[in-house]
């Protein structure tokens, strides 16, 4: 019984960690606020759901709405080094929306197009053609596969051009339409310094087996302590003889 509740535990937490890689972020902001709903107040979504909620989240009012696709987007690249700007956009902004983890890739060409159906403005898919647009618009930006530094720099830049169009009336929606390849088994490596020498590949069967552990020599040790103990205290014990007669009474 508590070996099958052992793997089935084993197991969910298995299907949860596979489930967690195959999902994507979901962030939203601007200066001008957001009228949040309850179906976008979740940690976990669907893609649908995302998408559905999205639609109704971005209002005609905005002058301007940016669709960004970052490909290969996941939760985990967020807090790493090279989002400085992004960061700041958000913190800046009156409030936001974050979601870590879209069960999916999101359709964000198509949301923007919808979008520009809904609000009946144009969509832009170039930065080049923002300057023929005299009204409201929606951008879709989807940026190319370089480094997160730049990436954050060119939607920087791409923010603060239409902040200098439409000022604060704008909304930013920011996902991959991409999800990120995560290999099945990935290889530790030592670290070494640019330069330096690949060590030679170690052979042997003691390199490759594994005979001796952390593990292993708990027991031992566990083994040498307790066990002369146990036995000792069990010899003691089978040493114990009920007495043949006894004493006198002593007046």
């Avoid at 690249?77 to 974050?98: A, H, M």
């Avoid at 879209?102 to 159906?117: F, I, K, N, P, T």
């Avoid at 020498?197 to 027991?219: A, K």
């Avoid at 083994?223 to 014990?237: E, H, K, Q, S």
Wanted: one cysteine or more; aromatic letters at 6%; hydrophobic letters at 40%.
């Amino acid at each position: 019984m508590r070996t099958s509740l052992l793997l089935s535990l084993l197991l969910a937490s298995l299907c949860k960690v596979s489930a967690v890689e195959k999902t994507s972020p979901f962030l939203a902001w601007s200066p001008k606020g957001l009228t949040l709903g309850s179906e976008l107040d979740t940690q976990v979504i669907s893609v649908n759901d995302l998408e559905r909620g999205a639609f109704n989240l971005a209002d005609c009012s905005y002058k301007a709405i940016l669709v960004v696709d970052e490909p290969e987007l996941h939760s985990s690249d967020l807090g790493r080094g090279g989002r400085d700007k992004l960061k700041l956009q958000i913190q800046e902004s009156v409030n936001s929306l974050q979601i870590p983890f879209v069960d999916g890739a999101v359709d964000l060409a198509g949301l923007a197009e919808r979008l520009s159906q809904k609000c009946d403005t144009p969509l832009v898919t170039a930065e080049e053609d923002l300057g023929s647009t005299k009204n409201s618009f929606v951008l879709y930006k989807k940026l190319a596969r370089q480094s997160t530094t730049k990436n954050d720099k060119s939607v920087d830049a791409l923010i603060s051009h239409i902040r200098s169009m439409v000022g604060d009336n704008f909304l930013v929606m920011y996902s991959s339409s991409q999800l990120k390849d995560f290999p099945t088994k990935q290889h530790l490596r030592a670290r070494q310094a640019p330069g330096e020498p690949t060590p030679t590949p170690q052979t042997g069967l003691f390199h490759h087996y594994t005979f001796f552990s952390q593990g292993i020599f708990m027991g031992l040790l566990i083994a040498v302590i307790v066990v002369p103990i146990a036995i000792m205290g069990v010899l003691w014990n089978l040493s114990v003889q009920q007495p043949q007669r006894f004493e006198k009474k002593q007046n």
